[in-house]
Nanobody, 116 residues
Framework: QVQLVESGGGLVQAGGSLRLSCEASGSIFSINVMGWHRQAPGKQRELVAVITSGGSINYADSVKGRFTISRDNAKNTVYLQMNNLKPEDTAVYYC??????????WGQGTQVTVSS
C-alpha cells in the first residue's frame, strides 16, 4: 500500500501563488506516475498535472504556463507550484500516484481557494 500526505493548500488572492506538496510512503518502490487532480463544487474531478518516473510531464490546458509539477524521488514527494492563480482554480486538489500494477491511490485532498 501507498500512503499520501498533502500540504500547502489555503486561501490566496487572484494573481497569487501557492505550492502544494505530497509525500508518499509505504510501497513507494512501485510508483510510476505521480500527479494532481482537482475537483470544484458541482464539477467532475479533472487532471491538473502528472509526472512519470522518467520525468515525462503532462498538464491540463487550463494550467499550462502557470503551474509547474516536479518530483523529488529521494524524498518520495511531488510538488505543484501554482502561479498567477485565478478564481476558477478554486477546488480541492488531490494528490495521486499510480503503481506499476496500474493501481491508483488518492490523497485526502487539500482545499485551494482563490479570491477575486
Amino acid at each position: 500500500q501507498v500512503q499520501l500526505v498533502e500540504s500547502g493548500g489555503g486561501l490566496v488572492q487572484a494573481g497569487g501563488s501557492l505550492r502544494l506538496s505530497c509525500e508518499a510512503s509505504g510501497s513507494i518502490f512501485s510508483i510510476n506516475v505521480m500527479g494532481w487532480h482537482r475537483q470544484a463544487p458541482g464539477k467532475q474531478r479533472e487532471l491538473v498535472a502528472v509526472i512519470t518516473s522518467g520525468g515525462s510531464i503532462n498538464y491540463a490546458d487550463s494550467v499550462k504556463g502557470r503551474f509547474t509539477i516536479s518530483r523529488d524521488n529521494a524524498k518520495n514527494t511531488v510538488y505543484l507550484q501554482m502561479n498567477n492563480l485565478k478564481p476558477e482554480d478554486t477546488a480541492v486538489y488531490y494528490c495521486n500516484v499510480v503503481r506499476a500494477s496500474g493501481f491508483r491511490t488518492w490523497g485526502q485532498g487539500t482545499q485551494v481557494t482563490v479570491s477575486s
